[in-house]
Structures are given as structure tokens and as C-alpha cells.
């Protein structure tokens, strides 16, 4: 696949018009977590999402799932409202989420039973993307048998295994140790490279946003404050690619703007305490 910086436009996977999210406090308040933000999307861009705690970034990706409406303004994906593109986006969060009833290949086939999927052609999509991820040996086991970078890459074979569209990563490799996420983060970059999907990955890591993404957005206080193409060609090797000139040039741009930027809380995202 060619990165979308070197391509002629194309068609938008997602077009937000002037949205706006507003949840109702407790106390009985307005909270604007999403201020009049307007973001296109082309189909096959990478973009990462990075920001300070709360400044939306988890609702924008809730938004595009169609799991949360915007107060105002239009949202559009895959030229349709959100809800009715569910069934092309696959969402992949910090935690892995792998029903521990269920094998390893059975986890990657759950999304495709609950589609109607035959067993025999689910079994072979699943074993396929087992394959890809490096975890046929794993086929047959159970979530707590695996290593948290071994249920990382399951359930990247079970996203990858409904075909999406669109994927949505909540800050997927956050909570991998440093050797095995450059290592699941360079075996999600093939597979994407392969498959052309649209990407919009959540991060608090500059260095992760630049290294994997075509482009990255900077939010904060509900707004865009910084829309950066990553003009670095691909493949990229990801352990060297701190010492390109360009990469440091992004890095310190967005580290600067991001220094300005105060703590927020989005409700959309799980507090520390919700995820313990």
C-alpha cells in the first residue's frame, strides 16, 4: 500500500462538520468536551490522535463509532451516519478483552459467529489471521495461558479477521512492555500496509503518533490545535527512526504545543479507578 501523502485525494472515510459534544455533569452542568471540531478523513489515511487526558480524544473516536451522537454539527462515515457504518469498523482498546471462555482461535471467530459466518469458513479466516499475527501455535489456547503481548496480537488477528474499514485503536499498545510493542506495532503496520484500512489511533505518545501515523492531530480543549502530515517515506523502521531529522522536527513541534496544554477530564474515558 502506498501511504495516502503520496496519493491523490480520495473519497473521505470520515467527514466531521462543525460537531459538538456536550455531557451533563452530576452537579447538574454543561461539559463541552468537543467544540465545533471539524476533521476529514481519507479512505486509507493513518491518522494518531494525541492530546493531554481529556481533551476528547476518546469521544471522538466513540463519536465515529457511533456510540456517541454529537450535540450539534454533522458527523459522516463511509457517507452515512456512524451507526449505520458499524458493521465496517472494527475498535481495538488498551485491553485486550479476549473472552476467556474461549480459545484463542475462538476468540478471533467470535465477531464473525455473531455475523452469521459459517464454522468452516470462520475457522479458516480465523486460523489465517492467527498466521499473520504469529500465534497459529497458539490456536488452542486459553487467554490466561497467553502473555499479554501474545493477547495483544490476538486480538489484533480478531479485528483484522472481520475485514474493517475503518479500525478505531484506544491507545492499543499502551500497556505492552517496550521491546514487545515495537514489535506488535511493526506487525500492525504490515498487515495495514496490506489491507488499506482507514485508521484513527488514540495516543499520549508523540513518538508512537509520528512513527505509525500518516498524519496527527493535536486536540485540546475540544479543539483541533495542530494537523501535522508525517512526510517520513515507509516502510519505516521504527527502532532508528528517532535519529531522521524530520522525525525530531515533528516531535519537537507537537511537544511544544502540547507543553501549553492543561490536564482536562473527558468523561467518555474510563477514570483510573473504572479501569482498576
Not at 30 to 39: A, R
Not at 179 to 198: D, G, M
Not at 266 to 274: L, V
Request: aromatic letters at 6%.
Amino acid at each position: 500500500m502506498t501511504s495516502t501523502m503520496n496519493s491523490p485525494v480520495r473519497e473521505h472515510a470520515i467527514a466531521l462538520h462543525g460537531v459538538r459534544v456536550e455531557f451533563d455533569t452530576p452537579q447538574g452542568d454543561t461539559n463541552t468536551i468537543i467544540e465545533k471540531l471539524d476533521l476529514s478523513v481519507p479512505r486509507g489515511q493513518f491518522v494518531a490522535l494525541i492530546g493531554r487526558s481529556g481533551c476528547g480524544k476518546t469521544t471522538l473516536l466513540n463519536m465515529v463509532a457511533g456510540l456517541v451522537s454529537p450535540t450539534s454539527g454533522e458527523a459522516q462515515v463511509l457517507s452515512g451516519p456512524p451507526v449505520k457504518a458499524r458493521k465496517h469498523i472494527g475498535f481495538m482498546m488498551a485491553r485486550d478483552a479476549l473472552l476467556p471462555w474461549r480459545s484463542a482461535r475462538k476468540n478471533v471467530e467470535y465477531g464473525l459467529e455473531l455475523r452469521g459466518v459459517s464454522r468452516r469458513q470462520r475457522r479458516e479466516i480465523a486460523t489465517r489471521w492467527l498466521d499473520a499475527v504469529h500465534m497459529a501455535h497458539a490456536e488452542r489456547m486459553w487467554p490466561w495461558q497467553l502473555s499479554q503481548g501474545m493477547r495483544q496480537r490476538v486480538a489484533l488477528a480478531r479485528t483484522w479477521a472481520l475485514d474493517p474499514e475503518i479500525i478505531l485503536m484506544d491507545e492499543p499498545f499502551a500497556a505492552l512492555d517496550a521491546h514487545t510493542r515495537v514489535s506488535v506495532q511493526l506487525e500492525f503496520l504490515n498487515l495495514w500496509q496490506e489491507q488499506a484500512s482507514t485508521v484513527v489511533f488514540v495516543t499520549h505518545d508523540i513518538t508512537e503518533a509520528i512513527s505509525l501515523a500518516d498524519r496527527v492531530v493535536l486536540l485540546g480543549d475540544g479543539r483541533i490545535l495542530d494537523d501535522v502530515m508525517v512526510d517520513i517515506p515507509r516502510p519505516r523502521d521504527l527502532e532508528s527512526l528517532r535519529v531522521d531529522h524530520r522525525f525530531t522536527e515533528l516531535y519537537d513541534r507537537l511537544q511544544r504545543r502540547l507543553n501549553q496544554l492543561p490536564d482536562t477530564h473527558d468523561p467518555a474515558a474510563p477514570t483510573r479507578e473504572e479501569e482498576n
